[in-house]
């Protein structure tokens, strides 16, 4: 076995056993999160550390806490009084930078002839993010201002291509440019203004389209799927991060409208004005709206959301005839999505804050034929938060994704299919450990390779 690998396995069996006491009080937190942390719609997935001191008394005096004492004496980098600092310096100045580190190692055991699964490149991916978020009020009373901006570094495009051959990538972190190596960028930044009441939302800058599409179930690589056909929509030609202008709206606080326009020729690594402003021109529009209900259901609320979009691309792109493919021959891509989540049953029915219990997810896209590999797809599946007793912020989750084959790109088959289940630990607060098992059937759609088995490893810090 490769040392990395040892080593990860070591760690992660070293922080299992961690003290009883800490997990109880990870735990609280957890049940707390989604009612305590003041942060931001738009950083609603990385505000962990805000909820976290709030919950377990860490941002009034961190010397008062018993977790605090204990994460100093495990010599855990002193991380009590780290987060304890951060949240003294948003509420005084309504300044907060979190990052996130992310390492996977994926291996393919198995596929039916074809693939050479003996190949170690690209096993191990990694990524970090530093987000900057600073809330202009507290210090220059510019009521719903504030201004973001993301530090990005990544290594490897995965083994998908080397060594599974898979259209959808069994990776969420295997679509960069090139071999996947940045040490570091500024792949986002931008400016966001809220207006009547917060019921508006204007934003002007760089920044990615991850507003859209969004699924509680099926979103981060780092802690669910690692599958990107079910941490988004391979139907939906998404551009890197780029310069342009996004409105929300919500006139009612369960319903939304959301509108983008962007550069649809961004390079993430770059400032965005040598691609917005330089050669051409073409914009990529998308436009979502979606109901985001809380369904009273017994003595319990169920919260779901339900969503629908649309999106155009102008860029010239090449299509698929009779087997050939004609290069910039076809302009006006467009496409319809749907995405929706609900949570069906909770454990703790009396806590509307407590995600613990059963959410269902399920995703469907459609753009027209022989511009791509695939003119539909669909994904759906479920997670179960806190299955195992004394494990609430554990979750589990089990999802199947295919996409429809282009049979004009002469593809031998007609559909691939993901299946991918996978259980992520919360070792501590701010670190999570997990695995992840795939079978891709029909990777690549040819005939002499029926299917693939993919496992993974994951470890995410945050910070």
Not at 341 to 354: A, G, L, R
Not at 362 to 387: C, D, E, K, M, V
Request: charged share 20%; aromatic share 12%; glycine share 10%.
């Amino acid at each position: 076995m490769h040392y990395k690998t040892i080593v990860l396995l070591c760690l992660g069996t070293l922080l299992l056993a961690a003290p009883q006491a800490i997990a109880e009080e990870a735990t609280a937190a957890n049940e707390k999160a989604e009612a305590s942390a003041p942060v931001p719609r738009e950083m609603a997935g990385e505000r962990d550390w805000l909820a976290i001191l709030d919950a377990m008394g860490l941002a009034e005096d961190p010397s008062r806490s018993a977790t605090a004492r204990r994460y100093t004496q495990s010599g855990l980098l002193g991380m009590g009084q780290l987060l304890a600092d951060k949240m003294a310096l948003y509420r005084q100045t309504g300044l907060y930078v979190v990052g996130r580190h992310t390492q996977t190692y994926q291996m393919n055991l198995h596929s039916e002839s074809g693939i050479f699964t003996g190949r170690h490149s690209g096993r191990w991916q990694g990524r970090y993010d530093v987000d900057m978020h600073w809330d202009m009020e507290p210090l220059l009373k510019l009521k719903g201002a504030s201004v973001h901006m993301t530090a990005t570094g990544h290594w490897s495009n995965g083994l998908n291509a080397s060594s599974v051959g898979a259209f959808m990538n069994v990776s969420s972190y295997g679509t960069y440019r090139g071999n996947g190596d940045e040490a570091i960028y500024v792949s986002q930044y931008f400016y966001d203004q809220q207006l009547l009441d917060e019921k508006v939302l204007v934003r002007l800058g760089k920044f990615a389209l991850s507003n859209f599409d969004r699924n509680y179930f099926a979103e981060d690589p780092s802690r669910q799927f690692m599958n990107a056909a079910l941490s988004s929509n391979p139907s939906i030609p998404f551009p890197e991060a780029g310069l342009g202008v996004m409105v929300d709206v919500r006139p009612l606080p369960e319903f939304y409208v959301t509108a983008a326009v962007v550069d649809a020729n961004a390079d993430s690594r770059e400032t965005g004005f040598n691609t917005a402003f330089h050669g051409r021109d073409d914009s990529f529009t998308i436009v979502e709206t979606g109901w985001e209900p809380l369904m009273p259901f017994g003595e319990t609320i169920l919260p779901g959301a339900y969503r629908i979009g649309f999106w155009y691309d102008p860029q010239p792109k090449g299509r698929y005839h009779d087997g050939f493919y004609i290069s910039g021959s076809k302009r006006d891509d467009c496409g319809l999505y749907l995405n929706a989540s609900q949570m069906i049953w909770k454990e703790c029915p009396d806590n509307p804050f407590d995600m613990q219990g059963v959410g269902v997810f399920a995703r469907y896209g459609y753009r027209p034929g022989n511009i791509t590999w695939n003119h539909g797809f669909w994904s759906a599946g479920l997670q179960y938060q806190g299955l195992i007793p004394g494990r609430p912020a554990d979750t589990m989750g089990f999802g199947v994704a295919q996409a429809m084959l282009e049979s004009s790109a002469a593809i031998d088959k007609s559909q691939e299919t993901a299946y991918e289940i996978y259980y992520d630990a919360q070792i501590m607060p701010f670190f999570n450990m997990g695995g992840s098992l795939q079978v891709i059937e029909n990777p690549g759609g040819v005939n002499n390779v029926d299917h693939a088995t993919v496992i993974g490893l994951r470890a995410s810090l945050t910070f």
